[in-house]
């Protein structure tokens, strides 16, 4: 019998994709088995005051180019394509119109975003779409979930059992991923550091720099 697909669903604004995001996406990938990993850049981030410094076409570059070279890692434009906020509920609701049940949908969020998951759009029903898998982040260790979200703690299960829960799950991840933020990254990028290089894959390096996507408006420079 052959096994049921597993697929690994991460989301982010990815003003710029780096080495953060990525480093989850491997220990997710390794740790659960997935046969697909989807990278889903928001349009609109419901969470974010503003909009992203680079344009969708920009991120959504940036992400295929990150992820390129990786079987089973795809850059998915689902929220893109979508107006409005991009909510979760509704990517995982396309995902399971389009043939991906909820027991097959593995949600891979940092530990600090799901900290404050009883904020999203349609929580809980949201926690029923698909399984979620919470990655530690730095400032916010793993073992505070279950003090920060009591209500969820008997929805947690160990990361091993996720694909034999009747209904979707909750599972930690205790790995150790770069400290990095977006914001700091842009401003590597506008100031030329070479730390830049080290924050995000090369090709994702010469893409910003190509098109001077966080380069400072002339009003800024004096």
Same mark, same amino acid.
């Given at each position: 019998?052959?096994? $049921?697909?597993?697929?690994?669903?991460?989301? !982010?604004?990815?003003? =710029?994709?780096?080495?953060?995001? &990525?480093?989850?996406? %491997?220990?997710?990938?390794?740790?659960?088995? &997935?046969?697909?990993? @989807?990278?889903?850049?928001? #349009?609109?981030?419901?969470?974010?005051?503003?909009? =992203? %410094?680079?344009?969708?076409?920009?991120?959504? $570059?940036?992400? $295929?180019? /990150?992820?390129?070279?990786?079987?089973?890692?795809?850059?998915?434009?689902?929220? @893109? +394509? %979508?107006? !409005?906020?991009?909510?979760?509920?509704?990517?995982?609701? /396309?995902?399971?119109?389009?043939?991906?049940?909820?027991?097959?949908?593995?949600?891979?969020?940092?530990?600090?975003?799901? /900290?404050?998951?009883?904020?999203?759009? #349609?929580?809980?029903?949201? @926690?029923? /779409?698909?399984?979620?898998?919470?990655?530690?982040?730095?400032?916010?260790?793993?073992?505070? &979930?279950?003090? #920060?979200?009591?209500?969820?703690?008997?929805?947690?299960?160990?990361?091993?059992?996720?694909?034999?829960?009747? #209904?979707?799950?909750?599972?930690?991840?205790?790995?150790?991923?770069?400290?990095?933020?977006?914001? +700091?990254?842009?401003?590597?990028?506008?100031? !030329?550091?070479?730390?830049?290089?080290?924050?995000? =894959?090369?090709?994702?390096?010469?893409?910003?720099?190509?098109? %001077?996507?966080?380069?400072?408006?002339?009003? $800024?420079?004096?």
């Amino acid at each position: 019998m052959t096994a $049921a697909p597993r697929v690994g669903l991460l989301g !982010g604004t990815f003003d =710029p994709i780096h080495e953060g995001h &990525l480093s989850a996406a %491997r220990s997710a990938w390794t740790a659960l088995g &997935l046969t697909r990993l @989807l990278f889903v850049p928001s #349009r609109q981030p419901p969470h974010r005051p503003g909009a =992203p %410094r680079a344009s969708a076409s920009h991120r959504f $570059a940036m992400v $295929a180019l /990150a992820v390129a070279g990786h079987p089973g890692w795809e850059a998915c434009d689902l929220e @893109l +394509e %979508r107006e !409005g906020p991009s909510y979760s509920f509704d990517t995982l609701t /396309a995902l399971h119109q389009a043939g991906c049940p909820p027991r097959q949908l593995y949600f891979v969020i940092g530990s600090d975003a799901f /900290a404050a998951i009883a904020s999203w759009s #349609r929580y809980p029903e949201v @926690l029923d /779409a698909a399984h979620f898998v919470v990655i530690a982040r730095p400032g916010t260790p793993i073992d505070s &979930l279950a003090a #920060r979200v009591p209500a969820l703690a008997p929805r947690m299960v160990p990361v091993g059992t996720l694909g034999d829960q009747p #209904r979707p799950a909750i599972a930690c991840l205790e790995v150790r991923t770069p400290d990095l933020s977006s914001t +700091e990254i842009r401003a590597h990028a506008a100031r !030329g550091d070479a730390a830049l290089d080290a924050a995000v =894959p090369a090709a994702v390096a010469t893409h910003i720099a190509q098109h %001077r996507l966080y380069a400072p408006s002339p009003s $800024a420079v004096r």
